[in-house]
């Protein structure tokens, strides 16, 4: 708790990770509202729709909002980019206090708006933290950036759940927007505490895309990270379609069912992120990546075997606890081989790409359970997630000295 207790001291970073934590747990209540609508409204037609809205536009929106986090100063970038989207999601309780219920097409267009915009603080929260703390803290403030995910998956929907049955999802909605005017007010508190180096054209006369990508394509640690990671999205995608089926077909569970496995994932991933922000973790950072993915996708072969409810509860709580570090790791790796002045659109680029894999391994997952049944979509769902990791512990690159932790120089005497 000590390195916990430590950044937390930081007025700076305290306030920027609050003002995240706070939107973040808005945002995940918003979902489950914004679902909810537009299931009354036309049942799983209008979900299916607004899926499609809330995350076609990330493409777009991520390459397009790491430039403008490079160009511009990235707290007035996330200044607008949160006022915006407050005045979106209000304006549904709005109308529903002023013309009845909202209609889909504003439900789609506040989902469609919030998907080409959210990378911004995805990308744009991970590129202040190093301006704030110190380079032997990086790992435990990645450890708090996941842990603020984490806690709005765990307590999000539940809150939302409840917050809908009493007063209205529209109610919900209005609470995000009092989030969003929370993380306002925390980025208005950090001004001039967050040195920025703007871009500007590079060797080859190019601030846009290109310079990221070409780093990205000569820096090996974080090229083969981002296949690594990419190709496990791909199974975690297989992983929520499959979930439903196999809490029906095999575990012979109901909704209450699901939800619990939901949970144990999440609170699995939470503790995790918990544990490893708290020590002074000192293997490569690489290779401890390649492990702990390796790891996490072998423990999802368990289910093929069937083993029950207190089994696949015990399975998911593991993955999670597996997975977790490895956000984390690799946002310190990250950190620090990426140059100040590249950051919003490398984490952008990055962050785009992994967010685009997802929808293949659902689909894939489609596939496989309407033939070869459960077991193989399992065994397909371990060989997508593990063996990039298996690969990653034979790349020389994530071996790598400057992939361990930052140490800081012992005190010199006065």
Same mark, same amino acid.
């Given at each position: 708790?000590?390195?916990?207790?430590s950044?937390?001291?930081?007025?700076?970073?305290?306030?920027?990770?609050?003002?995240?934590?706070?939107?973040?747990?808005?945002?995940?209540?918003?979902?489950?509202?914004?679902v909810?609508?537009?299931?009354?409204?036309?049942?799983?037609?209008?979900?299916?729709?607004?899926?499609?809205?809330?995350?076609?536009?990330?493409?777009?929106?991520?390459?397009?909002l790491?430039?403008?986090?490079?160009?511009?100063?990235?707290?007035?970038?996330?200044?607008?980019?949160?006022?915006?989207?407050?005045?979106?999601?209000?304006?549904?309780?709005?109308?529903?206090?002023?013309?009845?219920?909202?209609? !889909?097409?504003?439900?789609?267009?506040?989902?469609?708006?919030?998907?080409?915009?959210?990378?911004?603080?995805?990308?744009?929260?991970?590129?202040?933290?190093?301006?704030?703390?110190?380079?032997?803290?990086?790992?435990?403030?990645?450890?708090?950036?996941?842990?603020?995910?984490?806690?709005?998956?765990?307590?999000?929907?539940?809150?939302?759940g409840?917050l809908?049955?009493?007063v209205?999802?529209?109610?919900?909605?209005?609470?995000? !927007?009092l989030?969003?005017?929370?993380?306002?007010?925390?980025?208005?508190?950090?001004?001039?505490?967050?040195?920025?180096?703007?871009?500007?054209?590079?060797?080859?006369?190019?601030?846009?895309?290109?310079?990221?990508?070409?780093?990205?394509?000569?820096?090996?640690?974080?090229?083969?990270? !981002?296949?690594m990671?990419?190709?496990?999205?791909?199974?975690?995608?297989?992983?929520?379609?499959?979930?439903?089926?196999?809490?029906s077909?095999?575990?012979?569970?109901?909704?209450?069912?699901?939800?619990?496995?939901?949970?144990?994932?999440?609170?699995?991933?939470?503790?995790?992120?918990l544990?490893?922000?708290?020590?002074?973790?000192?293997?490569?950072?690489?290779?401890?990546?390649?492990?702990?993915?390796?790891?996490?996708?072998?423990?999802?072969?368990?289910?093929?075997?069937?083993?029950?409810?207190p089994?696949?509860?015990?399975?998911?709580?593991?993955?999670?606890l597996?997975?977790?570090?490895?956000?984390i790791?690799?946002?310190?790796?990250?950190?620090?081989?990426?140059?100040?002045?590249?950051?919003?659109?490398?984490?952008?680029?990055?962050?785009?790409?992994?967010?685009?894999?997802?929808?293949?391994?659902g689909?894939?997952?489609?596939?496989?359970?309407?033939?070869?049944?459960?077991?193989?979509?399992?065994?397909?769902?371990?060989?997508?997630?593990?063996?990039?990791?298996?690969?990653?512990?034979?790349?020389?690159?994530?071996?790598?000295?400057?992939?361990?932790?930052?140490?800081?120089?012992?005190?010199?005497?006065?």
């Amino acid at each position: 708790m000590r390195r916990y207790l430590s950044l937390l001291g930081s007025r700076p970073f305290a306030t920027l990770w609050g003002g995240a934590t706070v939107s973040a747990f808005g945002d995940s209540m918003t979902w489950v509202a914004l679902v909810w609508l537009a299931f009354e409204r036309g049942g799983p037609g209008s979900v299916s729709a607004l899926v499609v809205a809330a995350t076609a536009p990330v493409i777009v929106g991520g390459l397009a909002l790491g430039v403008v986090l490079d160009r511009f100063d990235r707290r007035a970038v996330l200044i607008c980019v949160n006022a915006t989207l407050a005045c979106a999601v209000g304006l549904v309780p709005l109308w529903a206090h002023l013309a009845g219920p909202p209609p !889909t097409w504003l439900l789609l267009s506040v989902a469609a708006l919030y998907g080409f915009l959210k990378i911004a603080n995805w990308a744009g929260v991970p590129a202040m933290i190093p301006a704030l703390v110190p380079a032997e803290a990086l790992n435990t403030a990645n450890a708090m950036e996941s842990m603020s995910f984490g806690v709005a998956d765990v307590a999000g929907p539940a809150v939302a759940g409840a917050l809908i049955a009493g007063v209205g999802a529209e109610t919900v909605l209005a609470f995000d !927007t009092l989030t969003y005017l929370v993380f306002l007010v925390c980025l208005v508190g950090l001004r001039g505490r967050i040195p920025q180096e703007h871009v500007g054209p590079d060797a080859h006369g190019d601030a846009g895309l290109r310079p990221a990508l070409r780093f990205l394509w000569r820096t090996p640690p974080i090229l083969a990270t !981002t296949l690594m990671f990419m190709a496990f999205n791909v199974g975690e995608g297989m992983l929520l379609v499959l979930l439903p089926s196999y809490t029906s077909s095999v575990l012979e569970g109901d909704a209450a069912t699901y939800g619990l496995l939901l949970s144990a994932f999440s609170v699995g991933a939470l503790t995790g992120s918990l544990v490893v922000g708290a020590i002074d973790w000192r293997p490569s950072l690489g290779r401890s990546i390649a492990v702990a993915q390796t790891l996490a996708g072998a423990t999802f072969l368990v289910l093929a075997l069937e083993v029950g409810l207190p089994g696949t509860v015990a399975v998911l709580l593991a993955a999670g606890l597996l997975i977790s570090p490895l956000t984390i790791w690799a946002q310190t790796i990250r950190m620090r081989l990426v140059p100040e002045g590249m950051r919003g659109r490398v984490f952008g680029v990055l962050r785009t790409f992994m967010q685009a894999t997802p929808p293949l391994g659902g689909a894939a997952a489609g596939i496989l359970l309407g033939g070869p049944g459960v077991a193989a979509t399992v065994v397909a769902m371990t060989a997508i997630m593990a063996v990039p990791g298996v690969v990653g512990l034979v790349t020389p690159a994530l071996a790598e000295s400057r992939l361990r932790p930052s140490v800081p120089a012992p005190a010199q005497p006065r």
